[in-house]
């Protein structure tokens, strides 16, 4: 894992530039998330939200991955790891997207000295899915998660597929909406 005090920060490039930036704001997602867990939050809300977006958009510009945002997802998995699984769905998602991004024909390749880190933290992931089975998912939840194992596991095509489904598709010619297959089921207060 790079170092969030290694001077090849600064050599690597996210979506603004060279990523000197980036371990400060890693930084500050991490106080920002420790804040609201301290004050009984669980969701990206306030200054850890706008922290979050500020990463997100740095590392992981409409789905594309960077040489920095190779860097940043074994200290992601990391903080993955030591949360609840809403937070932990947030950041793996996050996670999903950069691998997804890796397999566009035009995504810069892992850097060789990264490559090791970027790998041992994407083999972590099916694991940080499989240890918050056992918990309660809401649907946001249990679709992020879904999708971030598909991708984790091979399956990039298949996992953004989930992550973006839509509960429903509009007509292109009457724009009338409907609900997509499943989407229209009933489900009780148990979930079946």
């Known amino acids: 894992m790079l170092d969030l005090d290694d001077p090849r920060w600064a050599e690597l ?3 603004y530039g060279p990523a000197g930036d980036l371990p400060a704001l890693l930084r500050r997602v991490q106080v920002e998330l420790s804040r609201e ?8 809300e306030g200054a850890l939200a706008s922290a979050w977006f500020e990463l997100a958009s740095a590392i992981c510009p409409m789905g594309e991955a960077t040489p920095a945002s190779y860097a940043a997802i074994p200290h992601l998995v990391a903080l993955a790891a030591a949360h609840d699984v809403e937070i932990r769905a947030q950041v793996l998602l996050l996670v ?7 397999h566009r024909p035009d995504a810069p390749a ?14 972590r992931v099916p694991h940080l899915v499989a240890a918050r089975a056992g918990d309660d998912w809401d ?4 679709q992020a998660l879904a ?4 991708v984790a596991k091979g ?8 992550i973006e489904l839509a509960e429903e598709v509009e007509c292109p010619n009457c724009e009338t909406a409907f609900p997509l297959p499943g989407w229209d089921l009933a489900a009780g207060e148990d979930g079946f």
């Open 13 to 15: 490039e996210h979506a």
């Open 37 to 44: 867990m301290d004050a009984g939050e669980d969701e990206l």
């Open 96 to 102: 999903a997207r950069v691998e997804a991004g890796r």
């Open 110 to 123: 892992v850097p060789d000295d990264l490559e090791p880190a970027y790998r041992a933290s994407l083999s």
């Open 139 to 142: 649907p946001t939840t249990a």
């Open 147 to 150: 999708g971030t194992l598909l």
């Open 155 to 162: 399956h990039p095509r298949l996992g953004m597929a989930v």
